[in-house]
């Protein structure tokens, strides 16, 4: 079956960087797009980047794309997502999300808090 496991979360400093990692299995993983959401306490979840099965093609959220980069590595069937010059407004749980054809996939998420 399909399973996405994020980590890499955790508390950092205004300012600081951090790197989220998500693994993927039960899917042929290099044919699917692969994204990054998160979930701020009381929000709405919200897009924050997606990336193509090859890689080659990737989008942002506008408030994150100068700040954030997804990238994966389909040899190890993992994507990441890498957070700089992060502050308090990126708090959130952040999950990993597939789309395999019709249907979607949701890893369990990881906590970001930026707090100083």
């Known amino acids: 079956q399909v399973q996405l496991v994020e980590s890499g979360g955790g508390l950092v400093q205004p300012g600081g960087s951090l790197r989220l990692s998500c693994a993927a299995s039960?899917?042929?993983?290099?044919?699917?797009?692969m994204s990054w959401y998160r979930q701020a306490p009381g929000r709405e979840r919200e897009l924050v980047a997606t990336?193509?099965?090859?890689?080659?093609?990737?989008n942002y959220a506008d408030s994150m794309k100068d700040r954030f980069t997804i990238s994966r590595d389909n040899a190890k069937n993992m994507v990441y997502l890498q957070m700089n010059s992060l502050n308090p407004e990126d708090t959130a749980v952040y999950y990993c999300y597939a789309t395999l054809k019709a249907n979607g996939y949701w890893g369990q998420g990881t906590q970001v808090t930026v707090s100083s």
């Open positions: 039960g899917f042929i993983f290099r044919r699917y797009g």
């Open positions: 990336i193509s099965g090859t890689g080659d093609s990737t």
